[in-house]
């Protein structure tokens, strides 16, 4: 372990906090066009910490979307290349009532940094960055290659970034990307993903009627858009959580005996999740499958808003013309997306009511995929880990998604490193989202540690 790594986070502490403060500051929210020229802002604002950090070749990239930040250093003959990869775009902070301090102005309490970003992804972005800046404090070099590259629309979708990928191979060409999105399993326990699900996200239109119509006048004869897109996605999915999909489960391989015994032996309490975690009155999904499996191992089917007919205050007695659902496939290991999305298109059509018309709209799709871990760079990731927490590293899947590890896999042939530091309460997407504070700093020294070791190569 490097104790003049440590040294140097001790020493600026308080600069490094509210460095990130500022960061967390700039709402950058993707989706929002009000706040475009935040966007822009944040974009700059990792530029400009990239150039202090000591990086070289800084650029802003513009693309048809949000900007795409560029950096690298590259005196390191004969070493690895990283390739580390973050976001600085956030999601809306809606709803804004449920926050107990404002959402862009960076709160500390209990430990914990409280602000939209705060742990996915800037906070945990940033720590790359600092370890970079520490690096060359500490050594005036780096042990080995790096390369970064950040983008502003992770939170809606990364097209941008996913056609700049292919299309610059030979620029971002590296033996193992560093990613840091993801959480530790429980506080103080070293934890490496080295699953992700794929997802595709949809919209389900449905029209009926020309134009909204008088029910007084058209009920019982007219179809209601909102009701047939109710009934068509009921039948997409039965009471026990079984997606009625033709086809859907046709490529879904099982964990190995032996990961579903290494899960069995991570501490967790499906009550403890139904009751701190979910609070709803009973955990659901398919029958037969462990908690673990149903979250990081099957296919999932949900809907996440329906949009429709009249929803003021007071009563308008309208039979909806259109109704539009936001729909989600989460895909495991060689499901093939495009495969999926052809059958879900034509179970949408085979269980469309009679009078109203559907169309399926594919707003992106990337795989679900799996890292060896037994690859060099994964071993000393996890000898890093269990340096500086000194307890063995754990190895899990997440649920969740991350276009770019399949964009990474896919285009340059190379790995990713999923060395997240977040919790799993930490609030992403929600109210009252936090990073701890100890974490921060922690990961510092982490993923300094993890460049000079691979540097050396594993042990």
Known sequence: MSQATTAFVEQHRERLLNELKDFIRIPSVSTLPEHQGDVVRCAQFVADALTKAGLEHVEIIPTAGHPLVYADWLHAPGQPTVLCYGHYDVQPPDPLELWVTPPFEPTERDGNLYARGAVDDKGQMYMHIKAIEALFAVHGKLPVNVKFLIEGEEEIGGKSIAKYVPENQAKLKADVALVSDTALYAEGMPTLCIGLRGLIYMEVEAKG???????????????????????????????????????????????????????????????????????????????????????????????????????????????????????????????????????????????????????????????????????????????????????????????????????????????????????????????????CIANYYLGIQIVALFLEQYGKGPS
């Open 209 to 435: 009627p020309a134009r909204d119509l008088h029910s007084g006048l058209y009920g019982g004869a007219a179809p209601n858009a909102v009701f047939g897109l109710v009934e068509l996605l009921s039948k997409l999915k039965d009471a026990d959580g079984v997606i009625q999909v033709p086809g859907l489960y046709d490529d879904v391989t099982p964990p190995a005996e032996a990961e579903l015994a290494s899960w069995k032996q991570l501490p967790f309490s499906a009550s403890e999740m139904l009751s701190k975690e979910v609070g709803s009155t009973a955990l659901t999904g398919e029958p037969g499958f462990s908690v673990f499996e149903r979250t990081w191992a099957r296919p999932t089917l949900e809907v996440h808003g329906i949009a429709g007919g009249f929803t003021g205050a007071g009563a308008k007695t309208v039979i909806p013309a259109t109704a539009t659902a936001k729909v989600s496939i989460r895909l495991v290991p060689h499901q093939d997306p495009e495969k999926i999305v052809a059958a879900f298109k034509a179970a949408v059509a085979a269980a469309t009511p009679r009078g109203i018309t559907t169309q399926v709209n594919v707003l992106s799709a990337s795989p679900g995929l799996m890292v060896n871990p037994d690859h060099p760079a994964i071993r000393v990731a996890a000898e890093a880990f269990e340096t500086m927490m000194g307890r063995p590293t754990v190895f899990t899947r997440s649920g969740g998604s991350i276009p770019i590890v399949g964009d990474f896999n896919q285009h340059l042939g190379i790995p990713t490193i999923l060395m997240g530091l977040g919790f799993p309460d930490d609030g992403l997407h929600s109210p009252n989202e936090k990073f």
